[in-house]
């Protein structure tokens, strides 16, 4: 017996050399090379991704990647590089084989995308359980971007709320103010644009490698306030790279006379990173087919840079942005030249001032029950003073600083569960001064824990999350509230086959009140008007459900989005019936109401150099009680238009219509129906370790006279007319 288990001991490490044979020989190795499409020269430095297994590696200086032990499975691989649209293949991978996939890059056509938003982590915008819209930097250059709504407007689900094109706010499936939250690298910037129709959000659009947008309730990773979604600023400098990449973007357009120029530069070693941004924008009084709009100029002004140290294992990097703005508000022609109302002002102009500094830090790759935790700490401090033109004196001034803190836990896979969980927080010290000083000055304390879990099958994924958050006011002078609620949602995403992807979501979620909806007193005319806050305001709470029908292959791009939310305790203003200050007084009630709707895209191939695309969104909100509509929801939307490719050039003419909006709150007017005809183009000149991107836009090509039914001003300031945009990016890697 003795003899039998001293063979045994020593048969042991043979027999644990052997399984490591078998199992390396079960694995694969993954190879390619990623090469730009005009040209065929090599790019170097693109990340290239496993996204199943968070697996990253970055090409050599011949465009060559390789990934060895990778495990049998299908699998999703992207090709990345700031400021360039994503590229991304499917592939199954077999035990002992060597797999090939080759990337040719084209900086200019239409393409699925990476997100990170939805999920805290990497995945694919047709695997997302959210439904997710990504606008990459070249398409925000060839928008107007002198505003996060403007260059938002026509995306899939989303419209612009605005007081003039220097304020203008994404509004997602009819959700406005404080149901949206606006991020920045997934942390809030510590703006007022939810308070008011006249606020604008403080983020340079020009500087950022892309814009993502969660559609629905997205409450479980970034607050109570993601009630209606999430639309967060990218600008990447996420991982350190060897030797300079830059861009310079210019732009310049008719009609607004709008002219601006943005550039940054990264310099890297193997582990450290460098880099700093800057730019400026110009817009004039913009042009109608009625005329003239009066102080509608906008100016914007930014600077931001920072370091990061990027180790194997961890990283820490710090980053500092400033942000300075001056817009004016369009007034009545009337009152322009004098012959003002009770209660009413002359031309007025805000000067939005943000600073922020943020720090970041992580870990990653770690072998126990962690594999990576990610730790973000930012301090913002904003104001604007709103600064009466003629007189030049300040009106009322603003002042909201914060602190925020997020830390975020990636767990160890454990065969099909991956997940994560984190905390997060703030504090924010609020201040007004003047006319319209309607709130107290208040501290507001916030905390919540989370966490999102995700069970995935061969073709089916079940995904669970649940968020606990506390909100708590502190007013000078008026009654202390705290609101303590839970979020919870589950989601189940199968794939049809055929890159085929069904997604159904249910979301139970709860929001807050606002500050300023419990707490404003006082005329208001950057809402229009007279606001009476309500101190007992109860949270709401919401249940919402998602369906989602989803196709993504090399001839089709097709998706189909029905969305159902029930809000109990929903606030908004009813009007009292009475004028004060000029303004309808109105007082910040709750009742229950519903938002429905639908959404639609599809892009298909008619032949190998072009493409028909067209999308349609429509919402219909309302207050379930009375069957009253709510204010400020977009009408029936539709975009049809075809895109050509001639080698490095493409155009895409395409018509935006608009039904008519007559379904309106008491406060509101009817909007007519239109469709605006637009022409875009670009040609694109890539080289090894440069490419040029030449973009001309022609808007408004019939000069239709049309008004935007979420603008608070569409009775005397319509849409812009007639004009040509044209932008110039050179991109150096």
Excluded: C
Excluded at 144 to 170: H, M, Q, T, W, Y
Excluded at 370 to 396: K, M, P, R, W
Aim: no cysteine; glycine share 12%.
């Amino acid at each position: 017996m003795k003899g039998l288990r001293g063979l045994q001991l020593l048969a042991l490490p043979a027999l644990l050399a052997l399984g490591a044979v078998v199992s390396l020989a079960q694995t694969a190795e993954l190879r390619g090379k990623v090469r730009l499409a005009v040209g065929g020269d090599p790019v170097h430095n693109a990340r290239v991704t496993i996204i199943q297994l968070s697996r990253s590696t970055e090409t050599e200086k011949d465009g060559t990647y390789v990934f060895t032990n990778v495990p049998p499975g299908r699998y999703e691989i992207s090709a990345t590089m700031e400021r360039l649209p994503d590229m991304i293949q499917r592939v199954e991978v077999a035990g002992g084989a060597t797999v090939t996939v080759d990337f040719d890059f084209r900086l200019d056509t239409l393409r699925e995308q990476v997100t990170v938003t939805a999920s805290g982590r990497e995945e694919t915008t047709l695997n997302a359980i959210a439904s997710v819209n990504v606008l990459g930097s070249i398409d925000l250059a060839r928008r107007n971007a002198i505003s996060l709504g403007e260059a938002l407007d026509n995306e899939l689900g989303v419209a612009k709320r605005s007081f003039g094109p220097g304020n203008s706010r994404p509004v997602v499936r009819g959700f406005d103010g404080d149901r949206v939250l606006v991020l920045q690298e997934g942390v809030g910037i510590g703006g007022l644009g939810f308070q008011s129709g006249d606020h604008a959000e403080p983020i340079d659009l020009l500087s950022q490698d892309r814009i993502e947008v969660v559609k629905g309730p997205a409450t479980l990773l970034y607050g109570s306030n993601a009630i209606g979604g999430v639309v967060n600023a990218i600008s990447g400098h996420e991982k350190a790279h060897a030797g300079t990449r830059g861009y310079l973007t210019s732009l310049g357009s008719t009609t607004n006379d709008q002219y601006g120029v943005s550039a940054g530069i990264e310099f890297g070693t193997e582990n450290w990173l460098f880099w700093g941004n800057g730019g400026g924008q110009r817009a004039g009084n913009y042009r109608t087919p009625l005329g003239t709009i009066a102080n509608s100029f906008a100016t914007t002004g930014n600077a931001s840079g920072g370091l990061g140290y990027f180790g194997g294992k961890g990283f820490l990097s710090l980053n500092y942005t400033m942000d300075r703005r001056n817009y004016g508000i369009p007034t009545e022609p009337e009152e322009e030249h004098g012959e003002e109302e009770e209660g009413h002002h002359g031309a007025v102009r805000l000067n939005p001032r943000r600073s922020s500094l943020q720090m970041r830090a992580g870990f990653q790759d770690l072998a126990g029950a962690i594999n990576s935790g990610n730790f973000t700490l930012q301090y913002n401090d904003y104001q604007h003073a709103e600064i009466e033109i003629e007189e030049n004196v300040i009106g009322t001034e603003f002042k909201n600083r914060s602190f925020l803190y997020r830390a975020v836990f990636e767990q160890q896979r454990r065969g099909r569960l991956t997940g994560s969980f984190g905390v997060s927080g703030l504090t924010r010290k609020f201040k007004s001064v003047g006319e319209e000083a309607f709130a107290p000055p208040t501290t507001h304390n916030n905390f919540a824990a989370f966490g999102l879990q995700t069970v995935s099958f061969d073709r089916v994924a079940l995904q669970f999350g649940a968020r606990v958050e506390r909100n708590g006011y502190n007013p000078t002078g008026l009654q202390n509230r705290s609101f303590t609620g839970f979020s919870g949602s589950s989601g189940l995403r199968i794939s049809l086959g055929g890159s085929n992807i069904l997604v159904a979501n249910y979301t139970h979620s709860f929001r807050a009140p606002a500050l300023e909806e419990l707490y404003n007193n006082g005329p208001h005319p950057g809402n229009l008007t007279y606001e009476v806050g309500n101190p007992s305001l109860r949270r709401e709470r919401g249940d919402g459900i998602d369906l989602s029908l989803r196709h993504s292959s090399g001839r089709m791009r097709a998706e189909t989005n029905f969305f159902y939310y029930a809000m109990r305790d929903f606030v908004y203003l009813a009007p009292t019936g009475e004028i004060e200050d000029g303004l309808i007084k109105a007082r910040y009630a709750q009742g229950s109401s519903r938002f429905t709707g639908i959404e639609g895209r599809l892009d298909f191939s008619l032949t190998s150099n072009l493409w028909f695309l067209s999308s349609v969104d429509y919402v219909n909100a309302e207050l379930t009680a009375s069957a009253t509509p709510l204010p400020r929801i977009p009408p029936l939307r539709a975009r049809v238009g075809f895109e050509a490719f001639f080698n490095s050039f493409r155009i895409n003419p395409e018509i935006v219509l608009a039904r008519a909006q007559e379904r309106i709150f008491s406060t509101e007017t009817p909007t007519a129906g239109y469709g605006v005809v637009n022409l875009n183009a670009s040609y694109t000149v890539a080289g090894k370790h440069v490419a040029h991107v030449f973009s001309v836009n022609g808007f408004n090509l019939t000069n239709r006279l049309y008004r935007n039914h979420l603008s608070f001003i569409k009775e005397f300031a319509p849409e812009i007319g007639r004009g040509v945009r044209a932008t110039y990016t050179i991109r150096f890697y």
